[in-house]
């Protein structure tokens, strides 16, 4: 302590408890991580222990889990052949939390040449042992050591005597004794388990012990890697589909190779054969140094690039405290946005030079690429002509229509499209709009190829393109609509007669967007309760009476077809009640036929109508 300005200056205390709480719950994501942690300073001793004795830094691990140990049944053990530690290191090392300066000069290494942090490295083993003992013997001769730690926050070291260190090779080990509720966590499976999914790819020989005393191998190729390839580029590919099949469960569409020399990053994208569900994460597998960091890649692929699975090890990029994330810096933007260069770039050569699979990736993927191609214009341009769209004369790719026509027509939802696809000419068709990203895409056409235009159309614009009808039949259509509209009003709808194809269609109801809202508000606002009705009804009120020009009406318009024979017949119809009957229910065909939901109104309308019918049929009277 020191006195400064009248203040006194102490330290913090701090409380091992609480480290370990802090660890267990808030930094790391459970318990299973020590293993990880011990792996990760293993291979930093080790690779210690090659630059200064000029070892090829491959070294061994070698891991006993509990009940492996004769002399020790209840331990588990964990052994590196690294450079060891001396007394004061260890006192610098195990004993020190977020100090790593001091760390890197004890064991002469570079960020760039490890992963973990010996301090909380070490202290992650407390979540599954109140004790750690740790017992080591220095490359460069110091008498060996033993360090013990407790979790209420006191640690020992000591210099061991010749004979407790007999036949001690150089190298550290580390003795846990497991609390009874975290004693599966050091059980021979769970740990062949944690040690094959953290460090199968280390450059360091990792082995778990069996009961009998032999050992399985916990290394394999890191076949998304090119240096772990065969030298056979065929062999090759069929180890990193073979690897990819594995991954995803299923063969992959393609592979497409990463790499971002800058940051030291390579590995694998998986296109999947498959296209995931919405708001799925961006997933794979992300290595530090070979050592497993995360499974979630969000932090490192584009938001538009759920389309792949990728595999990918990374020399340059910094962990976070838990070494389970990667840290936002500008080498990590820096890094995302190369990858993202790289699934363009494959994405625009497929396009131009593999139009066979790159149909099939489309027929697969077509939302993830709308969603690139509204903000990639040369990504837009190279993929828009493949993308198909659904129009008014069925499916087809925008290069299909563009080669009917230049003129580009859509509609912005997909409800006006259902209300007039049925009549529009099917030599120049209309888009639908109203799925996403696709009328961005539309409006983009003219700045991507030239030559087109690009006008979106209204459902009632339509009307005005349908044929009105003969002049010698002008008497009859009136009276028509006249009689018709009398029996819509109640239903909120207006009445006209146009001639139009095909013949077998009776009538379409068209609305606006304006007059859907409005439909909308009186269906909510006559099945809510008391209170909300007359909020509702005051808001209807309130945009009827807006000062300034009126607004139209925006009266929805059921268009009844001159060219179909059952039209001309009903013109004809004398019965009241007949007609009345026959116009509610083709308007409550036209609404099914357009997909329009049914009011509470629409459904009296319809089951009246049908009974009526019912017992006209039967020769019910009265």
């Known amino acids: 302590m020191e006195n400064t300005g009248g203040s006194l200056v102490r330290p913090f205390q701090v409380d091992l408890g609480g480290v370990v709480d802090l660890l267990s719950r808030h930094i790391y994501s459970g318990a299973h991580v020590y293993l990880r942690e011990l792996l990760q300073n293993g291979r930093d001793a080790i690779a210690a222990r090659a630059k200064v004795a000029g070892q090829d830094g491959r070294g061994n691990i070698e891991i006993f889990p509990v009940g492996t140990v004769p002399e020790a049944p209840d331990e588990f053990v964990f052994r590196d052949a690294g450079q060891g530690l001396s007394a004061a290191e260890a006192g610098e090392l195990l004993a020190t939390v977020g100090k790593s300066s001091k760390r890197d000069d004890v064991l002469n290494l570079r960020d760039e040449d490890f992963l973990g942090q010996f301090g909380i490295g070490l202290l992650s083993c407390f979540m599954v042992s109140d004790r750690i ?30 004979a407790e260190s007999a036949g001690m090779a150089i190298g550290t080990e580390v003795r846990l004794s497991p609390r009874p509720d975290d004693a599966a966590l050091l059980s021979a499976e769970k740990v062949l388990s944690l ?14 012990r069996r009961a009998d005393g032999t050992w399985d191998a916990v290394n394999e190729p890191a076949v998304f890697l090119p240096q772990d390839r065969p030298a056979d580029e065929r062999s090759a590919a069929g180890v990193l589909e073979e ?54 890649l969000s932090e490192l692929l584009p938001e538009w690039a759920y389309f792949v699975r990728c595999v990918l ?115 120049h068709p ?37 044929a009105p009808p003969p002049m010698d039949d002008r008497s009859s259509t009136s009276a028509l609509e006249r009689r018709a509209a009398a029996v819509l009003a109640e239903l909120g709808s207006d009445a006209l007669v146009r001639s139009f194809r095909p013949d077998d269609v009776t009538a379409l109801y068209v609305a606006d967007a304006a007059a859907i809202r409005r439909i909308e508000r009186t269906e909510v606002r006559d099945s809510a ?30 268009c009844l077809n001159w060219q179909n024979s059952m039209i001309r017949q009903l013109s004809g119809l004398d019965d009241q009640l007949v007609f009345d009957r026959s116009v509610r229910l083709i308007y409550i065909q036209a609404l099914l036929a357009g997909h329009r939901p049914l009011s509470r109104a629409d459904r009296t309308v319809m089951t009246t109508a049908m009974s009526d019918l019912i017992q006209l049929s039967v020769g019910i009277t009265g």
């Open 133 to 162: 003992v740790v017992r080591s013997r220095s490359v460069h001769g110091h008498p060996p050591v033993e360090w013990t730690g407790s979790a209420d926050g006191t640690f020992a070291v000591r210099e061991l005597s010749e």
């Open 195 to 208: 040690a094959r999914r953290f460090g199968r790819y280390l450059p360091v020989e990792v082995r778990v």
């Open 243 to 296: 690897f990819g099949a594995e991954l995803l469960g299923n063969r992959p569409l393609e592979t497409i190779e990463l790499s971002v020399p800058a940051t030291g990053t390579q590995g694998v994208a998986y296109v999947l054969p498959f296209a995931p569900p919405p708001g799925s994460r961006r997933s794979g597998e992300l290595y530090l140094g070979r050592m497993l960091l995360g499974e979630d």
């Open 313 to 427: 090890n990374t020399e340059g990029l910094r962990p976070t405290a838990s070494r389970e994330q990667l840290v936002a810096d500008e080498a990590l933007e820096y890094t995302r946005e190369e990858i993202g260069k790289a699934l363009r770039r494959w994405i625009v050569q497929q396009a131009t030079t593999r139009p066979a699979r790159f149909e099939r990736f489309v027929a697969v993927h077509h939302l993830g690429l709308k969603s690139m191609a509204v903000h990639d214009d040369d990504l837009a341009a190279a993929v828009l002509p493949w993308l198909t769209v659904e129009t008014s004369a069925g499916r087809m790719t925008v290069r299909d229509y563009l080669d009917q026509s230049r003129h580009v027509r859509y509609v912005e939802t997909v409800d006006e499209f259902r209300q007039i696809a049925a009549v529009v000419p099917p030599d």
């Open 430 to 466: 209309v888009i639908n709009g109203g799925y996403t990203y696709e009328s961005d895409l539309l409006r983009r056409l003219p700045l991507l190829i030239d030559g087109v235009t690009v006008e979106q159309v209204q459902a009632s614009s339509i009307l005005d393109e349908l």
């Open 529 to 558: 309760p008391a209170v909300w009705a007359e909020v509702l009804g005051g808001i209807e009120s309130s945009l009827a009476g807006r000062t300034g020009p009126k607004p139209r009406r925006t009266t929805a318009q059921l």
